[in-house]
């Protein structure tokens, strides 16, 4: 734990909980009563604060606003039936942000910030973890150059930060996905397997196209030959091809490395499928499901959780499944709930208490 002292706590007067139904609650609209705030300045971080959660005084040259120096991770906090609050997989979510933090240039958060201050953070808002099935507190820990300067270079002040909002699903309904020709995601080489806020804006006006045209999201291609499957929108992507499970793999750093994805793959291996994890051209997506080998496909990630694929679109060639016919997408998302609720035992070590 954090050592005494080593936090600054300003308590709220009172809760905004009552004031809010926890219920149906959509994504990313509320947040709890707390913020975590960390300064780095001088070459080091600066004591972590915990204060009501408000607005921030910026100046307008901060660099973040103007070169897109910025980080972020999205993690889930979860009741088990006795009330109790736990974070899953939260270390996992620590080292991806740092490996973030130095593919951009920003200093690494200790432990003892990101860790230590997320479970402090969260034993202050433990209410606010709904109840309700397919419910959870999703964490936002995020950083960004916060130097007043115009200039291109590392800046040499950050913010670091984790804000908590109650939720529901992030897609309610099976979706249907636009595989994406023109636009591309991430290069050898590039971001693409950072998590950095640019990554988002850069996706924003294929995934509008996509949904002019009808569908939910798109589906990135490599951008070399935009022949290969990389992962949809906001999350990574499997595809059933008989008893094997197939999903992108990592080796090209232009994936983002899910936790979401390394959970499912570990349950889809216990289950007793094969699970490879490569490079998939969309002929070969075409071809299986010519065949009818491709029984599913569905994505994976902490706001998506598991959501179920029912249309490819590529070029002029449409591919449609009956999710109700889906069975192991159905395995996966049961037997990750059942852990995430503490339904069944954590035989991973993924569950950390608050
Ligand atoms: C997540 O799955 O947590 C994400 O960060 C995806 C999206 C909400 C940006």
Redesign the pocket.
Known sequence: MIAEGAIEIIRAEKSKLQDINLENIP??KYFTDYMLEADYKNGEWQTPVIRPYQPLMMAPSVAALHYGQAI???IKAYKDPAGNGYIFRPFDNFKRFNLSAVRMAMPEVPEEIFMDGMHKLLQMDINWIPNQADHSL?IRPFMFSSEEMIGVKPSEQYKFMIILSPTGP?YNTPMRIYVEEQYVRAVQGGVGEA?TAGN?AASMLATAEAKKKGYDQVLWMDALEHRYVQECG??NVFFVIGNTAITPGLDKGTILAGVTRDSVITILQEMGLTVEERDLSIEEVMDAYKSGELKEVFGS????TISMIKELKYKDFVMEWDVEKYTVCQQVKTLLNNIRYGKSPDTHGWMYKI
């Open positions: 994504f990313g972020f991770e999205g999703y992030y998590k988002y906001t999350m990630g902490t706001a998506a």
